[in-house]
């Protein structure tokens, strides 16, 4: 089912955790057959945005590694090589220049002696009890464990035990879409049409219209490959994991959240950090 936020559309109140068997359930109000979600996403996305802004050059470091490890595992062909493309259209988001983008894919591909990473998530809790994930690339699980473990404890909170929070999340993947010149109904129909399992308006005081379509992972390159065919331009695309609930945080442990979160990021060995604080303003 088709999910989508707007702005001018009236809601309804949100079903109870008995009458939804149990499940968190968003509030919601049909649309001929689209139906529309409440979610809040875009602290999120203006964020992991503004991360990438400030910090270009550990970014396209970060897509490096990672476009290093898909070539080394699947080989330099992102043709047949998904986890390459994936890391190549990174690299695109990220305005990364062409050559750093070949050297690496030589790098992974090329064989010889270099670095043996390997794939890690860690999990834990931030202030408030907020959910955190963080997906690492390291060579040194020593090293990468104990330098997450430092960026936790120096802010108040612990790393926890495998799966403690990731059945918080669901595996989704996430398109940004450049609202300019973009009709509510056209993005539905393609959205629709390539299987996307939600659309989310752009907030009342967004700076930037963006529109956010949301995927199964299976149908993720298929539902961005008919965006942009369409004619409409994708800011961003990715896999990431949302939240299935979330935790509302303010003052000292809204500050000490962002702080915590830029921590990870700013480590070498971290790609991607997930959390489910929602921050008040």
């Given at each position: ?182 009709s509510e109904d056209a993005l539905m129909d393609v959205a629709v049409g390539a299987g996307a399992v939600d659309v989310i ?81």
């Amino acid at each position: 089912m088709l999910e989508t936020t707007g702005r001018h559309r009236p809601n309804r109140p949100n079903r109870t955790e008995s009458e939804s068997g149990g499940a968190w359930t968003p509030r919601a109000q049909r649309k001929g057959n689209r139906t529309v979600a409440g979610h809040n996403k875009w602290s999120k996305v203006k964020h992991r945005k503004a991360v990438v802004d400030k910090r270009r050059s550990k970014v396209w470091s970060k897509v490096s590694r990672a476009i290093i490890v898909a070539a080394k595992h699947g080989g330099p062909d992102p043709a047949f090589n998904l986890a390459l493309r994936y890391g190549l259209d990174e690299a695109r988001y990220a305005n990364m220049p062409r050559d750093l983008v070949e050297r690496a894919i030589k790098k992974g591909a090329g064989g010889g002696e270099q670095e043996n990473y390997e794939a890690i998530r860690y999990e834990g809790y931030g202030p408030g009890g907020a959910a955190i994930i963080i997906d690492a690339l390291t060579d040194n699980r020593t090293r990468t464990i104990n330098e997450v473990r430092l960026a936790f404890t120096d802010h108040g909170c612990s790393v926890g035990n495998s799966g403690c929070v990731a059945y918080m999340f669901q595996p989704r993947g996430q398109i940004l879409v450049d609202g300019k010149g973009v009709s509510e109904d056209a993005l539905m129909d393609v959205a629709v049409g390539a299987g996307a399992v939600d659309v989310i308006a752009p907030e009342d005081d967004a700076e930037e219209r963006v529109w956010m379509v949301l995927t199964e992972v299976a149908g993720f390159q298929a539902a961005r490959d008919a965006i942009e065919k369409a004619g409409m331009t994708v800011s961003q695309a990715e896999l990431t994991m949302i939240p299935e609930t979330s935790a509302a945080l303010a003052g000292e442990q809204a500050k000490t959240m962002l702080e915590l979160v830029e921590a990870l990021e700013d480590l070498d060995d971290v790609q991607k950090v997930y959390h489910n604080a929602e921050i008040d303003g």
